[in-house]
């Protein structure tokens, strides 16, 4: 963004950053955000780092191994007074954007049900997931990493989640955690859906949204296809409400939105999405779908 200067990066690596040391850094640049952007085992720590120093927070997801350093980080920012806003950029990816605004609308009236499939080929044999290869001794692995994802986006367009029933399998067993899961949501309004998802198939190659969507009304679906296109179908024929052009960026261009709406809201009013407070609605329904896996059960969300 040529509004904003990168003033310094931190890496245990000296090759790769500015500094080797965060708190060096933070405290030699000040600067006016930090953007965290490594693994999560080290995320309470660097924002705490942070917001000690009055410092605005972008994290990435995961929040955070285990729900207790979650609620820690959040707790941390609120009483500096300091933002926490986590990167989660598939709410971002412009398909579901359109689809939220359509839904508004009234495109397809009350939603009835709601369908996601994601899908990506990485995961097979003892070299799996060879772009983050620690994912292989993830104990928690495709909920926590991966189907956070539309878990969050599933709030965004449709409003909390209120309970998660979950199965799992292990497929590959190079690796440690679960890679196959199917999600059952239910809403507070009462709305149901299903996010089905494994890493062992592209639905097309290099699809923008790692798989597609799927929302149900009375007589008429919205469709998000592999390729991001946006269809409406009602049982008869197929109409593109919108087709997907954005060639540059990561998925639709998500991660410059999502980074864009952070700088803009840091200079503006600062009505963020995805603070740390409202996030830990989202790592609520993750850590119901592992409770739900040990319990055989449909678990509630953490209110």
């Given at each position: 963004m040529?509004?904003?200067?990168?003033?310094?990066?931190?890496?245990?690596d000296?090759?790769k950053?500015?500094?080797?040391?965060?708190?060096?850094?933070?405290?030699?640049?000040?600067?006016?955000?930090?953007?965290?952007?490594?693994?999560?085992?080290?995320?309470?720590?660097?924002?705490?780092?942070?917001?000690?120093?009055?410092i605005?927070?972008?994290?990435?997801?995961?929040?955070?191994?285990?729900?207790?350093?979650?609620?820690?980080?959040?707790?941390?920012?609120?009483?500096?007074g300091?933002?926490?806003?986590?990167?989660?950029?598939?709410?971002?990816?412009?398909?579901?954007?359109?689809?939220?605004a359509?839904l508004?609308?009234?495109?397809?009236?009350?939603?009835?049900?709601?369908?996601?499939?994601?899908?990506?080929?990485?995961?097979?044999?003892?070299?799996?997931?060879?772009a983050?290869?620690?994912?292989?001794?993830?104990?928690?692995?495709?909920?926590?990493?991966t189907?956070?994802?539309?878990?969050?986006?599933?709030r965004?367009?449709f409003?909390?989640?209120?309970?998660?029933?979950a199965?799992?399998?292990?497929?590959?067993?190079?690796?440690v955690?679960?890679?196959q899961?199917?999600?059952?949501t239910?809403?507070?309004?009462?709305?149901?859906?299903?996010?089905?998802?494994?890493?062992f198939?592209?639905?097309?190659?290099?699809?923008?949204?790692?798989?597609?969507?799927?929302?149900?009304?009375?007589?008429?679906s919205?469709?998000?296809?592999?390729?991001?296109?946006?269809?409406?179908?009602?049982?008869?024929?197929?109409?593109?409400?919108?087709?997907?052009t954005?060639?540059?960026?990561y998925?639709?261009?998500?991660?410059?939105?999502?980074?864009?709406?952070?700088?803009?809201?840091?200079?503006?009013?600062?009505?963020?999405?995805?603070?740390?407070?409202?996030?830990?609605?989202?790592?609520?329904?993750?850590e119901?779908?592992?409770?739900s896996?040990?319990?055989?059960?449909?678990?509630?969300?953490?209110?």
């Open positions: 040529p509004d904003v200067t990168l003033v310094g990066t931190c890496d245990a000296p090759t950053g500015t500094h080797t040391r965060l708190d060096e850094m933070l405290d030699e640049l000040r600067p006016d955000f930090l953007d965290v952007a490594t693994r999560p085992e080290l995320h309470v720590e660097m924002v705490q780092m942070a917001v000690e120093r009055g605005p927070v972008i994290c990435q997801k995961p929040l955070a191994p285990r729900w207790d350093d979650a609620v820690k980080m959040v707790a941390a920012a609120e009483a500096a300091v933002p926490l806003v986590i990167h989660e950029n598939w709410r971002w990816q412009p398909w579901y954007r359109v689809v939220a359509e508004r609308k009234g495109l397809i009236g009350e939603p009835v049900t709601y369908t996601f499939r994601v899908r990506k080929f990485d995961g097979d044999g003892p070299e799996a997931y060879a983050q290869p620690y994912f292989r001794g993830y104990e928690r692995l495709l909920i926590y990493e189907l956070v994802h539309p878990l969050d986006t599933a965004f367009l409003g909390e989640i209120s309970g998660v029933y199965q799992a399998r292990q497929v590959n067993p190079a690796i955690g679960e890679d899961v199917l999600l059952v239910t809403h507070g309004s009462g709305l149901g859906g299903v996010i089905d998802g494994h890493r198939l592209d639905l097309r190659p290099e699809s923008p949204p790692l798989g597609d969507f799927t929302v149900d009304g009375v007589g008429a919205l469709v998000v296809d592999a390729g991001g296109d946006v269809w409406l179908w009602n049982g008869r024929e197929r109409k593109m409400v919108w087709q997907n954005v060639g540059q960026g998925r639709g261009d998500s991660v410059r939105a999502v980074c864009r709406h952070f700088v803009d809201e840091l200079r503006g009013e600062r009505r963020f999405e995805s603070t740390g407070r409202d996030y830990l609605k989202t790592v609520a329904c993750v119901a779908g592992y409770r896996l040990a319990s055989g059960r449909a678990e509630r969300t953490v209110d």
